[in-house]
């Protein structure tokens, strides 16, 4: 399985951006997906999941209410609507999938190369 992330970019602090996050190659039903980040001199952290049928849905404090994660399995694809971005949300977007995954409970297996958010204040 392949992912790709885009829609990064350089934005000003109050704008929006939308990720997107395509799969392919063996790709496969029953996923969890996810979108991480990681800033500069600080770990990676979990900011959205989402599960197979998009009944469970976890988001980090930081970006709740102002992000939000959806998927289009027909397409293999997931997407992260940012809004109301601070320039604390400057990072690394990464997007990630396990099959069977369980939100806070999986070791994501596949992940895709990360595209840069820039916000300036």
């Known amino acids: 399985v392949q992912l790709q992330a885009s829609g990064g970019g350089l934005v000003q602090a109050g704008g929006s951006l939308r990720l997107s996050c395509a799969a392919s190659g063996r790709t496969f039903s029953n996923n969890l997906m996810g979108w991480f980040r990681q800033a500069p001199g600080k770990e990676r952290e979990s900011v959205a999941e989402i599960s197979w049928g998009g009944g469970s849905i976890y988001y980090a404090d930081s970006v709740k209410g102002r992000f939000t994660i959806s998927r289009d399995n027909a397409k293999n694809a997931v997407y992260l609507q940012m809004n109301s971005l601070k320039p604390e949300d400057t990072a690394v977007y990464y997007c990630?999938?396990?099959?069977?995954?369980?939100?806070?409970?999986?070791?994501?297996?596949?992940w895709g190369p990360g595209t840069q958010v820039t916000v300036s204040s």
């Open positions: 990630a999938a396990v099959r069977m995954g369980v939100i806070g409970k999986s070791e994501y297996r596949y």
